[in-house]
């Protein structure tokens, strides 16, 4: 009986390929599904019953810086390059891959950015499903050649720097009657 090793090797391989894909896609909807669950708002309290503070000018100030650097790689293209200011909880929570398909597939929907302006900030010590902590949320109204969206992004002080949690965008659209 004559066996061709390398025939069930090639089949192997692309079996352990589809496994790694499936994977990998089920990874990406677990990310969506997550960050689409995370509860943060921007009216007088947080999603869990916790106001969120103004903080004070300067602290309002420290967060737009993190999280402009955070934007200007997004808008740059280096996508993979915003994995260094990801929060241990993100870290913890998902891999580099996955979270730049994520943000790729997310900015990739927008088009080419265009301007942005600060919408609002605030702060709190507790987000839905993460450890008590330092935490702020920054809301930016976002033109891109697609339209207007409201970007989010949330951020986590870790070891006295503000460190991604999370971003999001919701697009903005009219009626007119």
């Known amino acids: 009986m004559h066996c061709n090793r390398s025939s069930k090797k090639i ?13 990998t896609i089920f990874l990406f909807f677990l990310i969506l599904a997550f960050l689409a669950g995370c509860k943060v708002n921007f009216n007088a309290g947080s999603a869990n019953g916790h106001p969120l503070e103004a903080g004070t000018a300067e602290q309002q100030v420290v967060v737009a810086e993190a999280a402009n650097v955070f934007l200007e790689q997004l808008d740059a293209g280096a996508i993979d390059q915003t994995w260094q200011s990801a929060s241990p909880h993100l870290i913890n929570f998902t891999n580099k891959t996955m979270w730049s398909n994520t943000l790729k597939a997310l900015r990739g929907s927008v088009g080419k950015f265009k301007t942005r302006k600060l919408a609002g900030t605030g702060f709190t010590d507790t987000v839905e499903g993460a450890p008590h902590g330092e935490y702020a949320a920054i809301a930016f109204e976002t033109s891109f050649s697609s339209g207007t969206v409201t970007e989010k992004v949330v951020l986590h002080k870790h070891r006295g720097k503000w460190k991604v949690l999370g971003y999001f965008l919701a697009k903005n659209f009219k009626v007119n009657f």
Not at 11 to 23: A, D, E, I, V, W
């Open 11 to 23: 089949n192997h391989t692309r079996t352990r390929g589809l496994k790694h894909k499936s994977k």
